[in-house]
């Protein structure tokens, strides 16, 4: 099944405007000239996809390793009081103060801490 919703995935992607456009210009170039060059622009075209597809299913995974190492906190000021709460738990009426992302093994440097006005 995952496969198969791979497969899909795959060929959706060929919705895009410029896919179209090297599609139409192989159907072109198969009905008028000779078959390489509609089979050249036709690989370079299914290849681009299946390249782009590899580098958007590893993307995916590298972002899921780097969101369960790294963790961040808000400060925001809730009901009057100063509150550390996980960046996943602000509500709408806090006021944000600060961010912090670093490492879960590593809280003494943070990767990321900017502060906001309130």
Excluded at 13 to 28: E, G, I, N, P
Excluded at 47 to 58: A, C, D, L, Y
Aim: glycine residues 4%.
């Amino acid at each position: 099944m995952a496969l198969f919703n791979r497969a899909i995935y795959v060929l959706a992607r060929f919705d895009k405007y410029l896919l179209m456009v090297h599609l139409s210009t192989t159907a072109q170039r198969l009905v008028q000239t000779t078959t390489w060059q509609a089979g050249v622009i036709w690989g370079v075209t299914t290849t681009n996809v299946i390249v782009g597809f590899i580098q958007e299913s590893k993307a995916e995974e590298a972002i899921a390793a780097l969101s369960k190492a790294v963790t961040t906190e808000a400060t925001v000021i809730r009901n009057g009081a100063k509150l550390r709460i996980p960046s996943s738990e602000p509500e709408k009426s806090n006021c944000l103060l600060e961010i912090v992302c670093f490492f879960k093994d590593n809280y003494d440097r943070p990767l990321l801490n900017r502060q906001f006005p309130c």
